[in-house]
């Protein structure tokens, strides 16, 4: 099912019959449990930035008695900088559109009856209205995403974009990737067979796609696969970890002349404990509402088989921020377990979350992701959205992350 570029008219936008239901997940739990589309903080800069300090080494005094004063100590402070970037859409619907409630398209059924009736249920009326409420969503999950996988990119002038920093690549210090990189591979079109000399994997190993030429050959970078091994030279690549033919990667459009790929290791608890150690040894975890674990779908039930299943941890739930999620205590407290669909297969991370924040660029007398007519040239209503927001993510090393574990749910 795809979407229309420009204007939505009754040619290319049917309405039907019944009750209507979203394919695509609207969560953006991030986002929702650090102040949301309308909550966090404001900046009158592209630009915004906030400080860190340290306080020095903890030691027992040996001050004499009266000694004259000791020298005088002052601390020092690190700047810290992120920037907004745009996020602009356009919602355009025709008069003609927004007045024909009572067209609908048919059916799809072989019936002779079964064809379009006016007085039905229009679910999206008025349809300009409901395009509107759609295209924010879809902004709350562009945010989302960056706010996890943005890249940070600050351009010299207005001809590029800017793109706010994402949480995962803010964190430096805390970072441990138990990946191994594979060397450059082939893959033949005919057979469905990848070569890489000596590659030393075997049956049932999982690796990540790091990248592929030429893309459209049926093989997704970020995707996680099953190894099939066939000798020391080549192997498949299969979605089923029993190694069943139906599961075999199907090069679709020609041969494959590059491809690099990542060994990935299935996580422990040791793993993961020795990560959050390493962010409460820097001051990370502190608070126990908001010390967190976020990650995607499988490493979420590698978490409850190391923790609850067999480490016996006790499970409990409560609200962050709004959003529902697990918690278990642990060595190192009480800890969320947060589901996100957007972090990389292979990732987990922990993450402080008092320390993250939304941070909007008001515009002078609209505020932050506003909706306002634009270019009125026809019988239309056209209306734009427009918002500035970026990620302040406070002390970098009060997060910490993990990469190079299995994507998909396997365990030994």
Known sequence: ?????????ITDLLNMHGALYGLTPEDTPLLSSIGTLTGGKSTDATIFGWQTYDLR????????????APTAEARTRSFVFNIVQIHHETIETSYTKMAATGEFATTGSAHAGSVGLSGAVNA???????????????????????????????????????????????????TVDYG???TNGTAAFSTDIFTDTAHGLVTGDQVIIDSVTPA???????EVYYIE?????????STSRTGATAGRVDI???????????????????IILDLMQDVWDSGGIQEGDTRTLMCNSALKRYLTKLFISDFGFLQTERTVGGVRVESFISDFGNVNVMLNRFFPLETLAVLSLEQLAPVHLNIPGKGFLFKEPIGKAGSAEKDQIYGEVGLEYGVEKAHGKVEGLHGRYNPS
Do not use: C
Not at 3 to 8: D, L, N, Q, V
Not at 136 to 144: C, G, H, M, N
Not at 216 to 222: D, M, P, Q, R
Not at 252 to 270: G, H, K, Q, R, S
């Open 57 to 68: 080494s903890a030691t027992q005094p040996a001050r004499v008695e009266g000694a004259a």
């Open 180 to 182: 191994t990189a594979g």
């Open 124 to 174: 999206t009326n008025p349809e300009h209205d409901w395009q509107t409420t759609q295209m924010l969503k879809q902004i709350a999950r562009d945010v989302e995403y960056s706010f996890v996988n943005g890249t940070f990119t600050q351009p010299a002038d207005s001809a590029s974009a800017r793109k706010t920093r994402g949480i995962l690549e803010a964190i430096t210090t805390n």
């Open 1 to 9: 099912m795809a979407g229309i570029t420009g204007m939505s008219d």
């Open 252 to 270: 679709t459009t020609a041969n494959i002349t590059d491809f690099d790929y990542t060994l990935l290791v299935e996580p422990t608890d040791t």
């Open 216 to 222: 459209t050959s049926g093989v997704v970078a970020g």
């Open 229 to 237: 091994k066939i000798n020391t030279s080549t192997f498949y690549l």
